[in-house]
């Protein structure tokens, strides 16, 4: 085994010793926090990043936050339906769903993803439960109808979110990791948006975050234009603003309805980060620069603010 020369080694601990010495006031500010994080994309289809995910997750546990997980399965669910021969669409971001499609969205999220977030993380160490939207009347959904009044079928919008049972799991210091099916109040499953379920969640937990894991680095401005720019931060006004001009992807409104509907709810700040990226949840919550994009109440630049205050906040702690 090669033998790494004494001062590369204390280099290498010195690298070490300063990335947990720069997440210190971040664990310090957030501990006791609840954050929501929305579970998607490659992040749940790719074997290293469901482990580094499961992992990641577990760490923010053991050092004092509340993480909640939610989750869709849009991948699983496709792949699923292919193989079944049950056909696809969907309306402004969202997937129409018959009695066929919320059969196999049963199986994919409650008999396929779930379970196997809920063991991932578990296997690193944090003890965590699957919950499904229709347990203990979490999810309560009135039918959705799509942006030109569609039918979607069996697709509900959450109409309310009894956060009694998630509390319980929190309290009882244990992951709650759920799988997006309501139940509206003639006591029909329905399928729900799964962004659309986080932010539904995260305002009604009073969550200190909101975090998305997508495919891409963030929220950008003339996407697909000349000018195209990874937006940074942006504020929740402006956010409603592009909803409102239809600047955005289709597959990003369910998102950002999602973020607007928490923001606006109460929830101080929400994330977009790419899930592509090994400790991305990590690097957002526990570095000074953040990745993503991050939406916030107010239209001013926040960063720099809350890296003073969480420092100030670990000197306060250690005092």
């Given at each position: 085994m090669a033998v790494q020369p004494l001062d590369q080694r204390s280099a290498v601990a010195q690298e070490k010793a300063a990335v947990l010495r720069e997440a210190l006031p971040w664990i310090t500010r957030f501990h006791g926090q609840t954050v929501v994080i929305k579970y998607g994309g490659n992040a749940m289809i790719d074997d290293e990043l469901k482990r580094s995910f499961a992992a990641d997750v577990a760490l923010l546990h053991f050092v004092g936050l509340r993480p909640v997980i939610v989750h869709g399965g849009g991948p699983q669910i496709s792949d699923l339906a292919t193989r079944l021969g049950v056909g696809s669409s969907f309306v402004g971001g969202l997937r129409v769903t018959d009695a066929a499609m919320m059969d196999v969205v049963r199986m994919a999220l409650l008999g396929q993803v779930n379970p196997e977030l809920v063991g991932l993380v578990q296997e690193a160490g944090a003890p965590s439960v699957g919950v499904a939207?229709?347990?203990?009347?979490?999810?309560?959904?009135?039918?959705?109808?799509?942006?030109?009044?569609?039918?979607?079928?069996?697709?509900?919008?959450?109409?309310?979110?009894?956060?009694?049972?998630?509390?319980?799991?929190?309290?009882?210091?244990?992951?709650?990791?759920?799988?997006?099916?309501?139940?509206?109040?003639?006591?029909?499953?329905?399928?729900?948006?799964?962004?659309?379920?986080?932010?539904?969640?995260?305002?009604?937990?009073?969550?200190?975050?909101?975090?998305?894991?997508?495919?891409?680095?963030?929220?950008?401005?003339?996407?697909?234009?000349d000018g195209q720019a990874l937006m940074s931060e942006v504020s929740v006004d402006e956010l409603q603003r592009m909803l409102d001009d239809e600047e955005l992807h289709a597959g990003m409104r369910p998102k950002v309805r999602s973020i607007v509907g928490a923001v606006t709810g109460g929830v101080p700040q929400a994330h977009i980060l790419d899930g592509r990226v090994l400790h991305a949840v990590l690097i957002e919550i526990f570095t000074d620069e953040g990745v993503g994009t991050m939406v916030t109440a107010g239209g001013h630049t926040i960063r720099d603010d809350q890296a003073r205050d969480a420092v100030a906040a670990a000197q306060r702690a250690s005092s």
């Open positions: 939207g229709t347990d203990a009347g979490l999810l309560r959904v009135r039918p959705a109808i799509g942006p030109a009044g569609e039918d979607l079928g069996l697709v509900g919008e959450v109409e309310h979110v009894d956060t009694t049972y998630l509390g319980e799991l929190l309290s009882d210091d244990v992951l709650p990791i759920v799988a997006t099916v309501g139940r509206d109040a003639d006591g029909v499953e329905r399928n729900v948006n799964a962004d659309l379920a986080a932010g539904a969640i995260a305002a009604a937990l009073g969550a200190s975050k909101l975090v998305y894991l997508t495919d891409v680095p963030g929220l950008y401005q003339d996407f697909g234009g």
